[in-house]
């Protein structure tokens, strides 16, 4: 069964320094999708980047951006320049592609960030 | 263009009461997923529709949860009798299911309060 671990229950940074998101999944997959959902205390979940596994190059959102090992099978998530704005709960999710799969996202535990000022 | 739509915003009940969850999802999308979060368990999938037909509902906890979606526009989360263990936050997602697009839009949530 695949599982997504995000070893980080609370993370902290200062305001406009840089900070990382651990992911690390488990799969016996090829093709599959990772995603990082942010859930701002308005819980609402909101997509902030994913990325393709048959894709090498890291997806990059504007001050978001991945670092992909899919050897490693690990999918950490860097906010650049970090906002007050950026402070939220953010989520690891995976899902295989839906030939011959679910349509399932499974979630890792999420992370709370907390941003300084 | 309007986002899922996820209705009422908040619901408290007392044990033992029928509870309906609603969700508009958005339009043009074929899949629709209900999910529930705690603290406990974190997000989970209950049951999702490709084409308003329940694909999976393994996720469902039990004979207490039911779920419907008689249209393309709409669908029902309905917990009876709803027990105190039930209070969480259900999330509504939808998504257009092919290969070019395959990302989840959430709704706003209900937190569900049972007491």
Same mark, same amino acid.
């Given at each position: 069964?695949?599982?997504?671990?995000?070893?980080?229950?609370?993370?902290?940074? =200062?305001?406009?320094?840089?900070?990382? %998101?651990?992911?690390?999944?488990?799969?016996?997959?090829?093709? @599959?999708?990772?995603?990082?959902? *942010?859930?701002?205390?308005?819980?609402?979940?909101?997509?902030?980047?994913? =990325?393709?596994? @048959?894709?090498?190059?890291?997806?990059?959102?504007?001050?978001?951006?991945?670092?992909?090992?899919?050897?490693?099978?690990?999918?950490s998530l860097k906010i650049?320049?970090?906002? %007050?704005?950026?402070?939220?709960?953010?989520?690891?999710? @995976? *899902?295989?592609?839906?030939?011959?799969?679910?349509?399932?996202?499974?979630?890792?535990?999420?992370?709370?960030?907390?941003?300084?000022? | 263009?309007?986002?899922?739509?996820?209705?009422?915003?908040?619901?408290?009940?007392?044990?033992?009461?029928?509870?309906?969850?609603?969700? /508009?999802?958005?339009?043009g999308h074929n899949s629709?997923?209900?999910?529930?979060?705690?603290?406990?368990?974190?997000?989970?999938?209950?049951?999702?529709?490709?084409?308003?037909?329940?694909?999976?509902?393994?996720?469902?906890?039990?004979?207490?949860?039911?779920? /419907?979606?008689?249209?393309?526009?709409?669908?029902?989360? /309905?917990?009876?009798?709803?027990?105190?263990?039930?209070?969480?936050?259900?999330?509504?997602a939808s998504s257009r299911?092919?290969?070019?697009?395959?990302?989840?839009?959430?709704?706003?949530?209900?937190?569900?309060?049972?007491?």
């Amino acid at each position: 069964a695949q599982t997504v671990t995000q070893s980080q229950p609370e993370m902290s940074v =200062q305001e406009a320094e840089t900070v990382t %998101l651990s992911c690390t999944y488990d799969t016996s997959e090829s093709d @599959y999708y990772l995603f990082w959902y *942010k859930q701002p205390p308005s819980r609402q979940m909101i997509l902030v980047i994913r =990325q393709e596994a @048959y894709k090498q190059q890291n997806a990059t959102e504007n001050r978001f951006s991945v670092n992909f090992q899919k050897a490693a099978k690990s999918f950490s998530l860097k906010i650049s320049d970090s906002q %007050l704005g950026d402070a939220a709960m953010y989520f690891c999710a @995976y *899902k295989i592609p839906e030939e011959g799969g679910s349509e399932k996202l499974v979630f890792g535990k999420g992370t709370k960030l907390t941003v300084n000022p | 263009d309007a986002g899922v739509i996820q209705s009422p915003r908040h619901e408290v009940t007392e044990m033992g009461q029928e509870v309906t969850l609603r969700c /508009k999802p958005i339009s043009g999308h074929n899949s629709l997923f209900w999910y529930r979060q705690t603290m406990m368990r974190g997000l989970e999938l209950l049951i999702y529709f490709n084409n308003n037909v329940p694909i999976d509902d393994s996720g469902m906890p039990e004979d207490r949860f039911s779920a /419907k979606m008689p249209n393309a526009s709409f669908s029902t989360l /309905k917990i009876q009798p709803s027990e105190p263990r039930d209070s969480a936050v259900y999330f509504c997602a939808s998504s257009r299911r092919n290969r070019a697009s395959y990302e989840q839009y959430f709704g706003p949530g209900t937190r569900l309060t049972v007491t």
